[in-house]
């Protein structure tokens, strides 16, 4: 299982446990609980949200650093021959 589809599973399973946890809590009036299990399933999904953010960022930036590794054994390369 990769780790978009392990992190994504594992979110969907959070979320859906808070929900059901809202939704029993508001089934026995205690509203607050209920209140805060919903929030706690929004917070999950922006902290989701904010983790694939930070890891596509981070492959972006691996990306870059190996063409500027490549770039610069490149000009190493020139240098070594002249």
Known sequence: MTSHAFS????????????LDA????????FVWAAGCAV???LVVYGWRRYR???AELAQARKEM?????????????????
């Open 8 to 19: 994504r599973a594992v979110t969907v399973f959070a979320i859906g446990f808070l929900l």
């Open 23 to 30: 939704a029993l809590f508001a089934l026995v009036s205690r």
């Open 40 to 42: 706690a399933a929004v």
């Open 53 to 55: 953010r930070a890891m």
């Open 66 to 82: 190996k063409l500027e590794a490549e770039s610069l054994r490149e000009l190493l390369e020139v240098h070594r021959r002249n």
